[in-house]
Nanobody, 116 residues
C-alpha cells in the first residue's frame, strides 16, 4: 500500500526551528513527492513549497527565506526545514505526491503549533 508518512511536528516557540519529514513507502519510480501544503484553522489548504526540478523549489511568499526543502531520493523522503517560525505558521502540514497515473497521494498531516 502506498503511503506518505509524516512523523514530526509539535509545539515550538516563536522564532524557533522545526524540521518535518515525509517518507514514501515506495520508490520514486512509483510515487514522486511534489510538495508541501498546510491548512490553518478555518482556512483553505495552501501550497507552500513545490519541487520544480532536481534541486529547485518554489515557495509561497509567506515562507520564502524561512523554509527550505531537501530530498533524499534513495529513501524517497523529503524534508521541510522551517526556521524563524511565527504564530501564523500554526497549521497542519501535509506532503503531496503523484503516482504513475498522476493520482494524488497525501500524508496524514502533522500539527505544527507556534506559541510561547
Amino acid at each position: 500500500q502506498v503511503q506518505l508518512v509524516e512523523p514530526g511536528g509539535g509545539l515550538v516557540q516563536p522564532g524557533g526551528p522545526l524540521r518535518l519529514s515525509c517518507a514514501a513507502s515506495v520508490s520514486i519510480f512509483v510515487i514522486i513527492i511534489k510538495g508541501w501544503y498546510r491548512q490553518a484553522p478555518g482556512k483553505k489548504r495552501e501550497l507552500i513549497a513545490t519541487f520544480t526540478g532536481v534541486s529547485s523549489t518554489n515557495y509561497t511568499d509567506s515562507v520564502k527565506g524561512r523554509f527550505t526543502t531537501s530530498r533524499d531520493n534513495a529513501k524517497n523522503t523529503v524534508y521541510l526545514q522551517m526556521n524563524n517560525l511565527k504564530p501564523e505558521d500554526t497549521a497542519v502540514y501535509y506532503c503531496h505526491g503523484l503516482g504513475q497515473s498522476l493520482n494524488d497521494y497525501w500524508g496524514q498531516g502533522t500539527q505544527v503549533t507556534v506559541s510561547s
